[in-house]
C-alpha cells in the first residue's frame, strides 16, 4: 500500500532470499540455514545481495526497504550505500505490537503462508534475534531523527492511515 501510494520500489529481503530458496541456488541454501532456524543471515551476505539489487534499479524514484536493515552494520552499511548515489533515508518505520499479539499472528500467518519459519519455537527466537540484533537499530534512527513509532494495532486501513500521515508530514517539515 505504501509503495503504490508513493510510487516506491518494495524491497523485501526476506522475500528476496525465499526465493533464492526456492530456486535452490547457494545463496538460497545458505540463508536457509539461518532463516529455518529464526537467526539472522550474515550481514555480508544481505548487504552485498542488497548492493546488487540496487544497481539494477538505478533510475528509481525511491524504495521502501521492508525487513532491512535489521542490525546496525546493515544500517551503516545502508547509510554509505545511499550516500554513493546521492541518496538518503527520508524515514524510519517501527510498527509498535506486543509480543504476544505478534506471536498469534505469526502463527496464524503459518496456518495460511506455509512459511517454514512461521512456528512457535522459530518465532520465539525470531523475537529474541530481534531484542538482541535489530531493536538496537532504533536508537541508531532516532539519534539521526528518522525514527517514527506507529501503533501497529487496529485495522489495517487505521494502521496505513497513521504511516501516511508520518510520511506526508516529512515534505512539510
Ligand atoms: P522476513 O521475511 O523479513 O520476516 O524475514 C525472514 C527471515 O529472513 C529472517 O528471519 C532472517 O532469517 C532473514 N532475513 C530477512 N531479512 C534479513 C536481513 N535484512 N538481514 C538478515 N537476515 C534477514
Redesign the pocket.
Known amino acids: 500500500m505504501i509503495a503504490e501510494r508513493y510510487g516506491l520500489k518494495h524491497l523485501?529481503?526476506?522475500?528476496?532470499?525465499?526465493e533464492e530458496i526456492a530456486s535452490s541456488t547457494e545463496l538460497g541454501k545458505l540463508?536457509d540455514s539461518?532463516?529455518s532456524?529464526?537467526?539472522?543471515?550474515?550481514?555480508c551476505?544481505?548487504i552485498e545481495m542488497?548492493e546488487e539489487l540496487l544497481a539494477k534499479q538505478r533510475d528509481r524514484n525511491g524504495f521502501i526497504?521492508?525487513?532491512?536493515?535489521?542490525?546496525v552494520p546493515?544500517g551503516e552499511a545502508l547509510n554509505q550505500l545511499l550516500q554513493r548515489h546521492g541518496k538518503r533515508v527520508n524515514a524510519v518505520v517501527s510498527l509498535e505490537v506486543e509480543d504476544e499479539e505478534l506471536i498469534e499472528r505469526l502463527l496464524r500467518r503459518g496456518v495460511i503462508s506455509g512459511?517454514a519459519?512461521d512456528n512457535r519455537q522459530?518465532i520465539e527466537s525470531?523475537l529474541k534475534?530481534y531484542y538482541r540484533q535489530t531493536a538496537p537499530l532504533k536508537e541508531f534512527y532516532r539519534e539521526q531523527g528518522l525514527l517514527k513509532e506507529i501503533k501497529g494495532v487496529g485495522s489495517i486501513d487505521a494502521i496505513f492511515g497513521s504511516i501516511v500521515k508520518e510520511i506526508d508530514s516529512l515534505s512539510t517539515s
Not at 523485501?12 to 525465499?18: A, C, D, P, Q
Not at 532456524?37 to 550481514?43: R, S
Not at 526497504?65 to 542490525?71: E, I, Q, S, V
Open positions: 523485501s529481503t526476506g522475500e528476496i532470499l525465499r540463508a539461518y532463516m532456524k529464526g537467526e539472522l543471515v550474515p550481514d551476505v544481505v542488497l526497504f521492508d525487513g532491512f536493515p535489521r542490525t546493515q512459511r519459519d522459530t525470531r534475534v
